[in-house]
């Protein structure tokens, strides 16, 4: 069927140190892969996609590669920020217009 | 560049009553989309429209409905609140279907009483 599962809930990191959120998802029908990003008391925009396989995406220091081997597109930063505390959500695009959206992952940066 | 407005940002209504929520988007974006946002349950597709004279249910459309009034708009209607029905509600729109990345408006913040 059509799903998506996220790294769950609340992830906890301090400034400088490595970030990297889980997504994989399950479906033969997949065609793009989205992670979206939604700092507090604003609208979800568009940090990463891609739908090609095994190649890394960048944007804004995050980066993801799309496996679909393994059905997977983790997001990951080198150096969390104060400034990448934020809901993150991976989004699979199936046939036609819909995405079907994670959870969401509330990252927190900390000092 | 363009945006998108939602009318109004917070709607209070009472349990049971029908209620409207509008979107305008200024983009010339052929597709439109509704969403509900719920804390832990991330964004769920109520309602789609892929073209002006279009429209098509999400996986939560049971007690909505929706109208792609023109291109540029694109209302949700609670057909009848309920208390579980606090969220807050976000309006989407693209240039097409494969690939395209939605730009989201504020959102329309529903409480009911």
């Known amino acids: 069927g059509d799903s998506v599962t996220q790294t769950e809930g609340l992830v906890t990191l301090t400034e400088g140190l490595p970030v990297m959120l889980n997504c994989t998802y399950q479906?033969?029908?997949?065609?793009?892969l989205f992670w979206y990003v939604q700092h507090l008391n604003e609208a979800p925009k568009l940090l990463l996609k891609?739908?090609?396989?095994?190649k890394r995406t960048e944007h804004q220091g995050f980066h993801a590669t799309l496996h679909k081997s393994s059905s997977s597109f983790h997001l990951q930063k080198s150096s969390a920020q104060l400034s990448d505390s934020a809901l993150y959500y991976c989004a699979p695009q199936y046939a036609g217009a819909k995405l079907t959206f994670g959870g969401g992952t509330r990252l927190t940066v900390r000092p | 560049g363009g945006i998108i407005t939602q009318t109004p940002k917070f709607l209070i209504g009472q349990e049971g009553q029908k209620l409207t929520l509008k979107c305008q988007q200024n983009f010339n974006h052929d597709t439109m989309y509704w969403y509900r946002q719920d804390s832990g349950k991330g964004l769920r597709l109520i309602y789609y429209?892929?073209?002006?004279?279009?429209?098509q249910k999400g996986d939560l459309s049971e007690g909505y409905d929706a109208s792609r009034e023109k291109k540029s708009s694109f209302s949700l209607t609670v057909t009848s609140a309920q208390k579980n029905e606090m969220a807050v509600f976000l309006c989407a729109s693209s240039a097409g279907t494969g690939g395209y990345e939605q730009y989201f408006g504020p959102g329309t913040r529903l409480t009911v009483l």
């Open positions: 891609s739908s090609t396989d095994n």
């Open positions: 429209s892929i073209t002006e004279n279009d429209l």
């Open positions: 479906t033969a029908y997949s065609t793009f």
